[in-house]
Nanobody, 116 residues
Framework: QVQLVESGGGLVQPGGSLRLSCAAS????????MGWYRQAPGKQRELVAT???????NYLDSVKGRFTISRDNAKNTVYLQMNRLRPEDTAAYYC??????????WGQGTQVTVSS
């Protein structure tokens, strides 16, 4: 069973930066599309960014130019660099590994709070 462990969340002031990491195990990491999603209280989970096995990326419009997703296949790790954070970025952030609809796994989540 795929295991995904997120880290790097925390409390940051508006305009600050955080880097989230997601370490994957029990997985042929390089063949998976990896993604970051987030869910704020009372809202649906939304896609923040994805990166394919070939390195193609996709971003939520509101984070374009501020967030960067990357992967290190040698370390089985995907990252989300978040810059110029805003209060509306506050949410639980979840790592996702997907190969197809039947092979789709989630981490436990890490909380990001942007507040002064």
């Amino acid at each position: 069973q795929v295991q995904l462990v997120e880290s790097g969340g925390g409390l940051v002031q508006p305009g600050g930066s955080l880097r989230l990491s997601c370490a994957a195990s029990r997985i042929i990491f390089s063949i998976y599309t990896m993604g970051w999603y987030r869910q704020a209280p009372g809202k649906q989970r939304e896609l923040v960014a994805t990166i394919t096995s070939g390195g193609s990326t996709n971003y939520l419009d509101s984070v374009k130019g501020r967030f960067t997703i990357s992967r290190d296949n040698a370390k089985n790790t995907v990252y989300l660099q978040m810059n110029r954070l805003r209060p509306e970025d506050t949410a639980a952030y979840y790592c996702n590994a997907k190969r197809n609809s039947a092979d789709n796994s989630w981490g436990q989540g890490t909380q990001v709070t942007v507040s002064s």
